[in-house]
């Protein structure tokens, strides 16, 4: 009986040669475009997100020149409750969260992996920058970065597991892009030039604020920037428009440049500070996933990243209960709340979880 593959396909080059080399493979593919949003939830879509009807009308043409089936499923409840949700809440708590994580976590690989098995496929592909590797001494899957540095998502898929990772396929993982659009230019897809998605598919333009006030349908109120005494220094416009780091758009003048260090929703605040006072070695991470282990024992080295473009550093790290406690040899700078700390040894992903405090 023939393999059969679902891929995963937003219209982008990328998953499109995907869902090719998967089909050179020898594997019986199906597209497959996941609608997950309403046009009155987000507003009207800006030029850079995906998920668009054009996306969705590229991603079938591509399908159909290769002669496979293709499919769009309706997953806009599980994403605006999995997604958009927790993304607005972690907002409002004065967390800078990465929705892209809760989606491949939530929607690519639990609700995609799940109608997947339905229909009878054996595997999902997806257009990632990544590499799943079978450990046969060990008896386990492995999660590794994509072998092109630059374009490596490891990152954002750390939360998945080891019955996902067994039904998962990354063809892309060992190429370059320049490689993945010459392949779709070779083949004559219609998106082998498409430019890549850049804003979040449910925020237009990137107006964060204004997708969360429209949202939830309310403003987000104003509040006392503060020093780290607790001096007042001026009035914010929301808590919902500052994250740790940030300088522009502060409205206020100083004799040095003062940044976002923290953000405290229960007092309506936001703390500024000179840049020295923005780094830290120590972080507290929660809503673990360990992908090859239970638990970790005792202390264990790794290089660890606490945001997508942040290059990873030595650290050590313990297990506490349910949280992990990871010390960095060296300061690193704004380490935000919300974000995701995720741990490697070498190329590969060990794990990871969500920054919930630093000390």
Known sequence: MARKAMIAMSGGVDSSVAALLMQQHGWTCAGVTMKLYQNETVGACGTHTCCTLEDVEDARAVAYALGMKYYVFNFSDCFRETVI?????????????????????????????????????????????ARVE???????????????????????????????????????????????????????????????????CFVPEGDYAAFLERFTGSVCPPGDFIDEKGHVLGRHRGL?????????????????????????????????????????????????????????????????????????????VRQEGARLRIVFDEPQRAITKGQAVVLYDGETVLGGGTIEETE
């Open 240 to 316: 919902i428009r500052y994250t740790v780091g940030q300088r522009r758009g502060l409205g206020l003048s100083f004799p040095e440049p003062m940044y976002v260090k923290a953000v405290d929703a229960a007092a309506n605040t936001v703390t500024l500070a000179p840049e020295h006072a923005l780094y830290s070695r120590t972080l507290i991470a929660s809503d673990i996933n360990l992908i090859d282990c239970g638990s970790i024992t005792g202390t264990l080295r790794v290089k660890a990243k606490v945001r997508y473009r942040h290059q990873e550093q030595w650290a050590s």
């Open 134 to 200: 079978y450990d046969k001494e060990r008896q386990k899957f492995l999660l590794k970065k994509a072998k092109d540095p630059t374009k490596d998502q490891s990152y954002v898929l750390y939360s998945i597991s080891q019955e996902q990772l067994s039904r998962t396929c990354f063809p892309l993982g060992t190429l370059k892009k320049t490689q993945t659009r010459g392949i779709a230019q070779a083949h004559g897809l219609v998106n082998a030039r498409k430019h890549d998605s850049q804003d979040l």
């Open 85 to 129: 949700e927790r993304f607005v809440r972690a907002y409002q708590a004065g967390c800078t969260p990465n929705p892209c994580i809760d989606c491949n976590r939530f929607l690519k690989f639990e609700t995609l992996h799940h109608r997947a098995r339905e229909l009878g496929y054996d595997v999902v592909a997806t257009g990632h920058y």
